[in-house]
Every structure is written in structure tokens, then in C-alpha cells.
């Protein structure tokens, strides 16, 4: 892959994680709207946040798997290596803040949700609604720096 390949690459993925971004925001914010104590059978409740759920798995997805490793790979085009190296280079030159906490919220995504009972429901879409605020923090500041 040449350099121009990747800056093609970044700017496509850029565009396409700042619609994605938006999507996100907008569940988190119908999300918010919903009581503390809700009924996690109430269809629409489920659905909203499996919406939500589906959009922080995409935004985190693009952000690590796609826009900091093409960014890596910018920097040093003869990179290798599995996704947690991407992360922790992409760390060191400054594109994330905690290449850990993106690995946590990578293990976060690849949970089944439909196998959890109604208490562990509710305790991975808290935990999920709490790692967005990250994801989009860190989304939003890479994205300003390009």
C-alpha cells in the first residue's frame, strides 16, 4: 500500500466515522431520556439501545480497527502487527489516549447481549452508555487533529 493509498484510505475513513459519530450521539441521546428503572421487556427500550449498542460497536470499530491503524501505517508504513500494537503505537504518537482502555472497549463490543440475563442486561448497556462518552471524547479529538 503506497502513502497515497493510506491518505485515500484516512480521508474515507474519516468521512465515514464522523456520519457514523453523529448516529452515535443521537442514541446516546434517546438513551438518556429513558427512567433509571425501566422495563428491559418494553420492546422500544430494547430496541433503543440495542441501536445504541450497535452504534458504539461501529464508531469504536472504525476509530481502532480502521482510522488508527491507517494512521500508524502513515507514520511508518512498514508497521505490523495484531490490533493491541496498532493501539499502543497509535498511542505513543498521540492519536489515543489509553490504548488499554480501547482494547476494553473492543472486549466491550465483542459481548453477546442476548445471552445475559435481565440484571446483566441492564448492567452492560450502563457500562456501554458510560465507555461511549470515552469513545466519543477520543473520536472527536482525533478527528479535529486531522
Known amino acids: 500500500m503506497t502513502l497515497k493509498d493510506i491518505e485515500k484510505q484516512i480521508n474515507a475513513t474519516k468521512s465515514h466515522l464522523e456520519k457514523a ?5 443521537y442514541s446516546l441521546a434517546k438513551i438518556e431520556k429513558i427512567p433509571t428503572e425501566y422495563d428491559i421487556e418494553d420492546f422500544e427500550i430494547l430496541e ?42 497509535g498511542e505513543k504518537l498521540g492519536f489515543i489516549s489509553d490504548a488499554n482502555h480501547w482494547w476494553v472497549v473492543r472486549s466491550l463490543r465483542n459481548k453477546e447481549a442476548h445471552e445475559y440475563t435481565e440484571e446483566d ?26
Open 48 to 89: 433503543t439501545f440495542e441501536s445504541f449498542t450497535s452504534r458504539f460497536s461501529r464508531v469504536s470499530d472504525i476509530m481502532a480497527k480502521k482510522l488508527v491503524r491507517s494512521l500508524v501505517l502513515k507514520d511508518d508504513p512498514s508497521f505490523s502487527g495484531g490490533l493491541m500494537d496498532f493501539l499502543n503505537q
Open 21 to 25: 459519530l453523529v448516529h452515535l450521539e
Open 121 to 146: 442486561l441492564r448492567g452492560y448497556f450502563s457500562t456501554i452508555k458510560t465507555e461511549s462518552i470515552f469513545v466519543i471524547d477520543e473520536t472527536k479529538s482525533l478527528l479535529k487533529k486531522l
